[in-house]
């Protein structure tokens, strides 16, 4: 168990001054909440099947989550939190009863709400070895055997790509101060601009407004290890790898021709004659009329979060793979279990089928490879209703149709939207406008105000009339799925001529 007190015999400090440096080297207002940060809690706290999943940075008199899934406050006092002790150490710390531990038993995170028993978190290390936060999970149990492996070893990946997105921030903030400085070096002189550049940590560069590369700084050819002035003109292209240059030729010359923004990812040789992965970008300068009088461009090298990118999503296909695996293996055992008690066949073929309706709504939204990726959007209602409605269609007609406005779903989503539409295709081949040949099925969507309408509408059927019992497990899911889960609302008319069913939605229900 690594929760003791890293480095704590050794006497180890932070100097606050410096790491407060670092802190406001980041962009952290534009970072905070947002959504790609906000997707890593929420895949944290699944991944380690946690309530809470936070991105703490550590200041001098508080911890400042700018991410955070179930978690309602945005700061906690520094002198309470559990992060200022895990990002003191190199490896996660895990905590796995804190009323044990002297360290946290007393603190009013643990003996009040949220009544914190369980902590696992990665440390959030700079480049430079400073530590600024950590990525974090809580739970409110124990956990005596702590995190597993796969867990561990996915919270470690995942915190790279916080530093990672960190690191972006960093590098945005200084290409805006470098392009405002540029700018008043160009009026200044060009020798403040060189020396400007010379101590940027990104490799800089600039061209004329027909493209030739006249200027690099120091850091290129630091970085490159070529001699001074052999990259000059169209000299640059050859650093690439054979791979990606006549893609970054075809990026570069439709900047050159339209006046628009240049940023490409390639790999660029590296003085040890290795390839790294970087991200080149560019803006033009215009004079008073709008002529581009020079373009000015920076490489910054991402090669780790590149690799840290690739970890994650062989971690995200492995355990959506497990829990596809987990739908298949409840679906098995349920027809086992049933096939020693016929009396319940009916309901086991029933409740089979509901497990394979939310697996195939899982398998649509989950991480998808190049080679597996659904044809349809994996943020599209019409995609899901399209692999959940397959079944039940026929070779040459369509008979269940899909119109209006699509609406754009995510993970949360999919799960009720599944149950609900599966529930209402079964009853329609069972007992209404699909269990005949000529029955067909429109399912429309559009937008009224703030709420999103779902029409299900059936016809061709048999003659429908109101059941005398209207409130079976059945209704009772649909209604679980509409109203519970998605905050809706499910009215249903017996028609003669078929069923007619309308869901209305709220808007913000379909993605977070």
Known sequence: ?????????????????????????????????????????????????????????????????????????????????????AMRGDAIMEVRDATLDPRFADNPLVSGDPRIRFYAGAPLI???????????????????????VLQRDGLAVLAANVMARLRDSRDA???????????????DSENRFRTLADTMPQMVWSTLPDGYHDYYNARWYEFTGVPAGSTDGEGWSGMFHPEDQERAWTVWRHSLTTGEPYQIEYRLRHADGTYRWVLGRALPIRDGNGAITRWFGTCTDIHEQKLALEEREVISQELSHRIKNIFSVIAGLVAFSARGRPEFAGIASDLRERITALGRAHDFVRPHSANSQPASRQDSLAGLLAELFAPYQEVGAARLVVEGDDVAIDDRSATPLALLFHELATNATKYGALSVPDGRVSVTSEQDGDMRLLRW????????????????????????????????????????EGLDVTIRVPRTAFTR
């Open 1 to 85: 168990m690594s929760d003791a007190y890293p480095q704590a015999a050794s006497g180890w400090q932070i100097d606050e001054t410096a790491r407060n440096a670092v802190l406001a080297s980041y962009d952290l207002a534009a970072l905070r909440d947002t959504h790609e940060l906000r997707a890593i809690t929420d895949f944290t706290a699944a991944l380690c099947e946690a309530p809470t999943a936070l991105i703490s940075l550590v200041e001098e008199y508080r911890q400042t989550f700018i991410a955070r899934t179930g978690f309602d406050a945005a700061e906690t006092p520094r002198e309470t939190s559990f992060c200022a002790h």
């Open 126 to 148: 700079n480049e430079d070895g400073v530590p600024l936060g950590a990525l974090c999970v809580i739970d409110t149990v124990t956990r005596p055997g702590g995190l597993t």
């Open 173 to 187: 903030m200084l290409w805006r101060h470098a392009e405002r400085d540029a700018k008043r070096a160009l009026s």
């Open 457 to 496: 509408r059936e016809r061709g059927g048999p003659t429908v009339k109101q059941p005398e019992n209207a409130f079976g497990f059945g209704t009772q899911l649909i209604e679980l799925s509409a109203v519970r889960q998605l905050g809706g609302s499910v009215q249903r008319e017996w028609r003669p």
